[in-house]
């Protein structure tokens, strides 16, 4: 196994290497993902390489004030006619987070895999993987250094949305004293902290808002309330107005009940499919619990989909719950 600054310095020679890559980050991005894929193209473009940023949605509205985020593609509207050999994936747990866009990959791509999750199977030709980083944007700033770019206030805004947002304010547990020395150095490259919090972790839509107050309408809690949930479905988010990413932030409301263990959210689509995303504040590792359903993430937040209807996937997901309590 190579060590994190060995793997490092292979991201590094890939890059230099090698030209016209295809940068991708996981479906449905959150502040992260669209960090990271921003903080790739921005290095790429540093080194005068050739380059193509996609996600197979949009990517939050909030987010377009980042360096370059217009330019990352919506994959569900369009697709390059073309495949790609050099594939940058960031912040995808597995293979399948990356969603259709596998589609644009040749059959001979080799794929660099950038990420923090620890049920990442390290399923790239070159895996640059730290499961200790508080987000993957701490993983691209390490890189950045060890390519020797020059900082400025555009890259060091995109690594910080990042920190900010996979760290919840600089509020969970893996926000590191690492985490606040890089949040400390970008700030002095001209990052207005005060600014990303109100954009990012603050401000809400009247979609968002109203869509909230449907979900907390539908709030269950255990006997014993240790665990409590909420869901969303079509009808919901039609009625609200609401976008996917209007759903960020909702499962933290079971979750910061009192008492509470695990908070949930269900979320119905119009395929039949449930996506759960489910909070820990501890005791239980819902990651491990996600990977049971073929999912993945974090000891304290993580995710997964199932099919079936809501009244036979919320009580499966519970009493799974229920047994690692």
């Not at 060995?6 to 980050?25: A, G, I, N, P, T």
């Not at 594939?87 to 040749?106: E, P, Q």
């Not at 919901?236 to 263990?261: F, K, T």
């Amino acid at each position: 196994m190579q060590t994190y600054e060995q793997e490092l310095q292979q991201v590094k020679s890939f890059l230099l290497e090698h030209d016209d890559y295809l940068v991708v980050s996981h479906v449905q991005p959150d502040g992260d993902a669209v960090s990271s894929t921003l903080a790739v193209g921005w290095l790429l473009s540093c080194l005068g390489k050739k380059f193509t940023m996609i996600n197979e949605g949009p990517i939050p509205k909030r987010m377009n004030m980042l360096w370059h985020a217009e330019d990352i593609i919506n994959g569900s509207e369009e697709l390059p006619d073309r495949t790609f050999t050099h594939v940058i994936c960031v912040d995808c747990a597995d293979f399948a987070r990356v969603g259709h866009i596998r589609t644009l990959f040749a059959e001979n791509a080799r794929i660099v895999n950038i990420d923090h999750h620890p049920t990442n199977d390290r399923y790239g030709s070159v895996n640059l993987v730290l499961p200790q980083a508080a987000a993957t944007a701490e993983i691209l700033y390490d890189l950045l250094n060890v390519c020797g770019i020059t900082w400025d206030a555009e890259i060091a805004t995109s690594v910080y949305t990042g920190l900010l947002t996979d760290t919840g304010g600089f509020r969970y547990t893996n926000t590191s004293p690492k985490v606040m020395s890089i949040a400390s150095e970008l700030l002095g490259h001209g990052v207005n902290g005060p600014e990303l919090a109100e954009i990012l972790l603050e401000e809400m839509t009247l979609p968002q808002m109203k869509v909230l107050v449907e979900a907390l309408n539908t709030l269950q809690v255990s006997e014993d309330g240790k665990i409590a949930w909420v869901h969303v479905t079509p009808d919901h988010m039609e009625r609200c107005g609401a976008a996917s990413e209007d759903l960020e932030g909702i499962v933290n409301y079971p979750r910061n009940i009192q008492g509470v263990e695990v908070g949930i959210l269900f979320k119905l689509l119009k395929s039949g499919i449930v996506k759960v995303s489910l909070r820990s504040a501890g005791k239980v590792d819902v990651a491990a619990l996600a990977q049971g359903f073929g999912g993945g993430g974090h000891v304290r937040a993580a995710g997964c989909s199932l099919e079936g209807p809501l009244e036979d996937v919320i009580p499966r997901v519970v009493e799974q719950v229920r047994l690692r309590l």
